[in-house]
């Protein structure tokens, strides 16, 4: 009889340590291999949980307005001619809707396989059809200037040019990037060392990496953020010298990339299953 219990104690003690790593590890919905695209439409995500719900790959990226993604690309020119098209590839919206003076916008684009017109007097892209005319209806695709859109690294943007004579129709002339990260290759200026990203937003790639680093860490967001903020989870009151050094990892991280931490927030609420998210308070202190 003792050995019996003996032996039901330990059972008991294998199935309770089965149970805490499972609610360590299993913090997600698993076998996951998606994107997320935040309710402003402003951050981006793509990410991966395994078999056994744990957050594996996760990259953040921040979208651009359809001005910036136009605007910020140097490799547009904005002067290129198309053999056999006598048409215009560029057209210049009314000042009163963008933010840059003087920028050209493309007449056509295409993202995926719909395809786009922009509209001068709405300041916008419509979807048109086959024959490059304006589509009707209350449930067409549209995509303001100021807007960002809101699609999968693997889906494709690019400037098109309608030729009614073509069997294409549309005639891909210039790829698009509508992502900071990704826009960053065109742009970046690196330091003496040539160790870290400088000139403010140059640094997004450096600190969203240093960011999901934490994520995957911490399979949670606020120990992620913590961390990032210099804040220690456990203080040793024989460390005084180490808790003085602590710092921000990223300075300014929670103003700077506030919109970044709620998309997260809100990605983990979707595919969360087990996992603490920051909890909003209200401003009368609720």
Do not use: W
């Amino acid at each position: 009889m003792r050995r019996f219990n003996i032996g039901l104690v330990l059972l008991v003690i294998v199935l309770l340590s089965g149970c805490k790593k499972a609610e360590t590890a299993n913090n997600f919905k698993t076998r996951k291999d998606d994107y997320f695209v935040s309710e402003d439409k402003s951050v981006l995500i793509h990410y991966k949980t395994n078999e056994f719900g744990e957050l594996v790959q996760i990259d953040i990226d921040r979208l651009l307005e359809i001005e910036e993604i136009i605007y910020f690309d140097t490799t547009i020119d904005f002067d290129m001619v198309v053999e056999g098209f006598a048409g215009d590839l560029f057209m210049q919206p009314r000042s009163t809707c963008v933010d840059y003076n003087n920028i050209l916008v493309p007449i056509n684009i295409e993202v995926g396989s719909t395809r786009y017109k922009f509209d001068r007097t709405d300041c916008e892209y419509q979807e048109v059809n086959r024959y490059n005319e304006v589509k009707t209806g209350s449930y067409i695709s549209k995509f303001r200037i100021e807007d960002t859109i809101d699609v999968s690294k693997t889906t494709k943007i690019s400037i098109v040019y309608y030729d009614p004579d073509s069997f294409e129709k549309f005639i891909e002339v210039k790829s698009l990037i509508n992502s900071r990260k990704s826009m960053g290759v065109f742009g970046i200026e690196l330091n003496e060392t040539r160790e870290f990203l400088v000139d403010g937003e140059n640094n997004y790639y450096y600190d969203m990496n240093q960011f999901e680093q934490f994520l995957l860490s911490f399979q949670e967001l606020e120990g992620a953020v913590n961390a990032i903020l210099g804040v220690q989870d456990s203080v040793n009151i024989f460390d005084f010298d180490q808790l003085l050094e602590a710092s921000e990892v990223i300075e300014d991280f929670e103003e700077l990339y506030a919109q970044e931490i709620n998309a997260v927030q809100e990605l983990f609420n979707e595919v969360g299953v087990n996992v603490a998210v920051i909890e909003e308070t209200s401003s009368d202190g609720e």
